[in-house]
């Protein structure tokens, strides 16, 4: 119940195409969904998060979509580019006291090619 | 400064060797955690540190020992380590233990 599944494993985009990565969860007391870029050596950067109050959230060319009674979000890259090519992990969160722990998917290396 | 620093970015140890990893941040964070990560696996939690006491130890193997002697600095001392230790370590630090995490860029280690 604490797992969030998140596919695909891999992603191969061209340039200018929209990038797709899904992610669904079955604990309903998560309600922090951030997703996470990681470039090969680096640690994850926080690309967009959304709490389940919304449907949707944009920022630039990166957009959230939640899907409350699916249980189920995911992220759209519009416009791909080639230095998007990285690794996706979407994490989930239980808010309030005492919460740390990000619970995250497995991780999606997507490859944008030119 | 807006970021979380770790050091050193490489480490290469044996088996018998003590080693210790730095994590540093100044945003006025006062939670700081340690990550390992294997290749092509998510990040997996160590150690949560809130107002710089631990409050979260995740069944971690003694052998590894974190330390935080103040709100911007934390340790993970290493000590007779096993070659399936080799991961990136990585360090993130948050506002409080509810707020967004920003990881460091980690410290890549290989035990031999």
């Known amino acids: 119940q604490q797992q969030v599944k998140q596919s695909p494993q891999s992603l191969i985009v061209q340039k200018g195409g929209i990038s797709i990565i899904n992610c669904a969860y079955e604990?309903?007391?998560?309600?922090?969904f951030p997703w996470y870029q990681q470039f090969p050596g680096k640690g994850p950067a926080l690309l967009i998060a959304?709490?389940?109050?919304?449907s949707e959230k944009k920022e630039g060319r990166f957009t959230i979509s939640f899907n409350k009674s699916a249980k189920q979000f995911s992220l759209h890259i519009m416009d791909s580019q080639p230095g998007d090519s990285a690794t996706y992990f979407c994490?989930?969160?239980?808010?309030?006291?005492?919460?740390?722990?990000?619970?995250f998917g497995k991780g999606t290396k997507l490859s944008v090619i030119p | 400064d807006t970021e979380v620093t770790q050091t050193p970015k490489h480490l290469v140890m044996g088996m018998t060797n003590k080693k210790s990893l730095k994590c540093e941040q100044h945003?006025?964070?006062?939670?700081m955690y340690w990550y390992k990560q294997k290749a092509k696996k998510p990040p997996e939690l160590m150690f949560v540190?809130?107002?710089?006491?631990?409050?979260i130890n995740e069944s971690v193997p003694s052998r590894f020992s974190p330390e935080c002697p103040n709100s911007s600095l934390l340790n993970l001392h290493l000590h007779a380590l096993q070659p399936e230790d080799s991961a990136l370590y990585l360090c993130?630090?948050?506002?409080?233990?509810?707020?967004?995490?920003?990881f460091g860029p980690g410290t890549r280690l290989t035990v031999l």
């Open positions: 993130a630090s948050s506002q409080h233990r509810n707020n967004e995490q920003f």
């Open positions: 945003m006025g964070h006062r939670a």
């Open positions: 604990n309903t007391a998560f309600d922090y």
């Open positions: 540190y809130s107002y710089e006491k631990l409050s």
């Open positions: 994490a989930a969160r239980i808010s309030g006291a005492g919460s740390y722990q990000l619970t």
């Open positions: 959304i709490r389940p109050d919304v």
